[in-house]
């Protein structure tokens, strides 16, 4: 080992920093959704071979990116998000951190294609993880991004070897997909599997569009079985669908939560849910829900750590007993006992 204090090179730096992004190709497209997404697209195709291990497209119909900007959107620390500390206040963008790009081109053969208007002329830049450099050409191209990612870990045997099947890979992957195009509503998503069609969701806000996405990504029988919910107290707004106890699931596998539009796991919301679940479920089952939840920004912090979904509230009391009563209310009918306690 040197004992010389040196530099890590780019690439180097950019692996290291990929360990906390990049750690399989659920994380890959995660990171290019959300680009697409703060990129304003409204129309999203996935087309992934081998459970993204292989090649993970993301095409979107967004801004674009300049010429010009191409190159930059590679480098690490470079956004076009965030220009200052107090711009993180008040971000209301998926990222800002100018990671991911870097991180996932360090690990990958990454070539991203774009173009800023009608004409159909674009740009591509390819980086394939070697020094950083980065080659442009012109190519055609509508106006939005396309993002391709071969070979993921190519090069990172040691990461490689973390990778599961390609089902479960592509499992893990779908479920990143449902949880933004739950998120979504009102943008198109499509995904490809190994050449085959897997979602076409149509975007759409009116509640029977909703529900049909809905079915779509938690089954018909979630949402033959589901209630409607919409409740509002103290500044604070619930609406979505949770499964009647019939529905209940022997996994927690159908629980989507989502905090002014972010999905998150928080143990405050997962304890309301489970006490207001408590006297109609059997043990060890799970309740099914997807379940949006609305509040002032000021109240809570989304930005703890933006791969791990959690939130802070500033006052997770409030939060809890709302949660709770809005739940239990709804299930109040179809709880065992109910009319009687309601008699007293
Ligand atoms: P971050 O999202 O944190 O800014 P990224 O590495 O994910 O960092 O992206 C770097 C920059 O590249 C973004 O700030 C954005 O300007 C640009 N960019 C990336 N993907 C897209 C896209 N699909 N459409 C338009 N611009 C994009
Ligand atoms: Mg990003």
Not at 194 to 205: A, D, E, I
Not at 268 to 281: E, T
Not at 285 to 302: C, G, I, K, M
Request: aromatic share 6%.
């Amino acid at each position: 080992m040197p004992e010389n204090i040196q530099l890590l090179s780019p690439r180097l730096a950019n692996q290291i920093a990929a360990g906390e992004v990049v750690e399989r190709p659920a994380s890959v497209i995660k990171e290019l959704l959300e680009n697409s997404l703060d990129a304003g697209a409204t129309r999203l195709e996935i087309d992934l071979d081998a459970g993204g291990v292989k090649r993970i497209m993301v095409r979107d119909n967004g801004k674009g990116i300049e010429k010009e900007d191409l190159h930059l959107a590679l480098a690490r620390h470079a956004t076009s998000k965030i220009h200052a500390l107090e711009d993180l206040e008040a971000v209301a963008t998926l990222g800002f951190r100018g990671e991911a790009l870097a991180s996932i081109s360090s690990v990958a053969r990454l070539t991203m294609t774009s173009s800023r208007n009608e004409s159909g002329k674009g740009w591509v830049v390819t980086a394939e993880g070697r020094e950083m450099e980065t080659q442009l050409a012109p190519a055609a191209h509508p106006r939005g991004t396309t993002v391709e990612v071969r070979d993921l870990f190519f090069n990172t045997p040691a990461r490689r070897k973390f990778l599961r099947t390609e089902k479960t890979e592509f499992n893990r992957v779908d479920e990143t997909i449902k949880r933004l195009a739950l998120a979504r509503f009102d943008v198109s998503f499509s995904l490809r599997h190994n050449g085959k069609g897997v979602h076409n969701l149509r975007g759409g806000t009116s509640r029977a569009e909703m529900e049909r996405r809905v079915a779509q990504l938690c089954g018909p029988a979630f949402m033959q079985n589901a209630l409607h919910i919409e409740m509002e107290r103290s500044g604070l707004r619930l609406w979505g669908w949770v499964a009647e106890p019939a529905f209940s699931r022997s996994q927690a596998d159908l629980q989507f939560f989502y905090v002014n539009g972010r999905a998150i796991r928080d143990r405050v919301v997962s304890h309301a849910v489970r006490r207001a679940f408590a006297d109609v479920l059997y043990h060890g089952r799970h309740p099914a829900f997807v379940l949006y939840l609305e509040l002032d920004p000021a109240a809570v912090d989304v930005n703890v750590h933006p791969t791990k979904h959690e939130v802070r509230f500033r006052d997770s009391r409030l939060v809890h007993d709302f949660l709770f009563g809005s739940l239990h209310r709804a299930l109040a009918d179809v709880r065992p006992g109910a009319r009687e306690e309601d008699d007293e």
